[in-house]
């Protein structure tokens, strides 16, 4: 039960394999009363799961952040136990792209000797990762999140970790996932990987720049703005914004008429009317979660776009603020 509980690339983002954990899981010490530590904010292809597992019997502890995103990880050490068998543990938020201390998290486990599992689909191809100088055990990566293809994806399986796959098939991948592999897709990861590598080996930084020029105009010009998540370090290419007197869905429709593409939390949530679940443990007495705004920045946005979306996204807030001013409507007409 416990690998569909790290399968975010396999399952959710990257159809990779329903296949991630051996070891200590492959015993069955999750059904027999192990726990699983994780976090509130997780994307919901590994919160669910979790969440699953509890309905069936299994201890699950989901640590809290703070108010910029933070995990605290001595919160991590104290919740550790003899029953502890598994943590799992984004390295990027989806939605604010805070970054947690995975090296530092991977590290605690090791000396615990706990498996470690990072969902790392929001870090790959952001900031450089040296997999050869962690402690990780299992990491999920998902092409499409580096200009890849979508669909495909992969588990990287350290070394030294006892591995067993969940469903038994072919021969294929060294064993560790039966099924014809699907070598185009395979390929496109590959070679998305090679050149996101190269961007990252260039040291070009258009991406920050792009979004510290975007989030710096917007604040100066959008009374009642703040970003999600501002003081935690964060991945170069996402910015979530909160801004006071709109409805997140309202903002959406105005923006997309203007060529803006932007989300309410991200893609994964979209068709769901459920406020933020990152936010809403960011800020649990607060609003922000069902008015704020995704903005996501890629090296091949140009610096025409980054100047059209500091034009419109303040014009749009504006209107959306007047709308909803009692007596607009009356004043209108």
């Given at each position: 039960?416990i690998?569909?509980?790290?399968?975010?690339?396999?399952?959710?983002?990257?159809?990779?394999?329903?296949?991630?954990?051996?070891?200590?899981?492959?015993?069955?010490?999750?059904?027999?009363?192990?726990?699983?530590?994780?976090?509130?904010?997780?994307?919901?292809?590994?919160?669910r799961?979790?969440?699953?597992?509890?309905?069936?019997?299994?201890?699950?502890?989901?640590?809290?952040?703070?108010?910029?995103?933070n995990?605290?990880?001595?919160?991590?050490?104290a919740?550790?136990?003899?029953?502890?068998?598994?943590?799992?543990?984004?390295?990027?938020?989806n939605?604010?792209?805070?970054?947690?201390?995975?090296?530092?998290?991977?590290?605690?486990?090791?000396?615990?000797?706990?498996?470690?599992?990072?969902?790392?689909?929001?870090?790959?191809?952001?900031?450089?990762?040296?997999?050869?100088?962690?402690?990780?055990?299992?990491l999920?990566?998902?092409a499409?999140?580096?200009?890849?293809?979508?669909?495909?994806?992969?588990?990287?399986?350290?070394?030294?970790?006892?591995?067993?796959?969940?469903?038994?098939?072919?021969?294929?991948?060294?064993g560790k996932?039966?099924?014809t592999?699907?070598?185009?897709?395979?390929?496109?990861?590959?070679?998305?990987?090679?050149?996101?590598?190269?961007?990252?080996?260039?040291?070009?930084?258009?991406?920050?720049?792009?979004?510290n020029?975007?989030?710096?105009s917007?604040?100066?010009?959008?009374?009642?703005?703040?970003?999600n998540g501002?003081g935690?370090?964060?991945?170069?290419?996402?910015?979530?914004?909160s801004?006071?007197?709109?409805?997140?869905?309202?903002?959406?429709?105005?923006?997309d008429?203007h060529?803006?593409?932007?989300?309410?939390?991200?893609?994964?949530?979209?068709?769901?009317?459920?406020?933020?679940?990152?936010?809403?443990?960011?800020?649990?007495?607060?609003?922000?979660a069902?008015?704020?705004l995704?903005?996501?920045?890629?090296?091949?946005?140009?610096?025409?776009?980054?100047?059209?979306?500091?034009?419109?996204?303040?014009?749009?807030?504006?209107?959306?603020?007047?709308?909803?001013?009692?007596?607009?409507?009356?004043?209108?007409?």
């Amino acid at each position: 039960m416990i690998h569909s509980t790290l399968a975010y690339s396999a399952v959710a983002a990257t159809k990779a394999g329903q296949s991630e954990t051996g070891g200590k899981f492959a015993t069955g010490r999750i059904r027999h009363g192990g726990r699983v530590v994780t976090t509130a904010v997780e994307h919901s292809a590994v919160l669910r799961p979790c969440q699953d597992l509890e309905r069936r019997g299994c201890l699950v502890t989901f640590l809290g952040v703070d108010r910029e995103g933070n995990v605290d990880v001595a919160e991590l050490e104290a919740a550790i136990g003899p029953e502890t068998v598994l943590v799992s543990m984004m390295w990027a938020n989806n939605e604010t792209g805070v970054l947690f201390p995975i090296e530092k998290i991977a590290e605690t486990c090791r000396q615990k000797d706990l498996l470690f599992h990072t969902d790392a689909v929001q870090a790959v191809g952001k900031i450089p990762i040296r997999l050869r100088d962690t402690a990780i055990n299992f990491l999920s990566l998902s092409a499409h999140k580096f200009h890849g293809p979508k669909g495909v994806g992969a588990l990287y399986i350290n070394r030294r970790t006892r591995f067993r796959p969940l469903i038994a098939g072919g021969s294929q991948e060294n064993g560790k996932r039966g099924g014809t592999e699907n070598v185009a897709s395979i390929v496109g990861l590959g070679k998305a990987a090679e050149l996101a590598a190269k961007y990252l080996e260039e040291g070009k930084c258009s991406i920050r720049s792009f979004r510290n020029r975007f989030e710096k105009s917007v604040l100066e010009s959008v009374n009642g703005a703040s970003v999600n998540g501002a003081g935690a370090p964060r991945i170069p290419n996402t910015s979530s914004f909160s801004f006071e007197g709109i409805e997140s869905s309202a903002a959406l429709l105005l923006l997309d008429r203007h060529g803006i593409c932007c989300s309410a939390a991200s893609a994964c949530r979209t068709g769901s009317h459920d406020a933020s679940h990152v936010l809403r443990a960011m800020n649990a007495n607060g609003d922000s979660a069902r008015r704020s705004l995704r903005f996501s920045f890629s090296r091949f946005n140009t610096e025409a776009e980054i100047d059209r979306a500091i034009e419109v996204v303040p014009k749009v807030i504006g209107k959306l603020r007047q709308s909803a001013r009692p007596g607009a409507v009356a004043a209108a007409t």
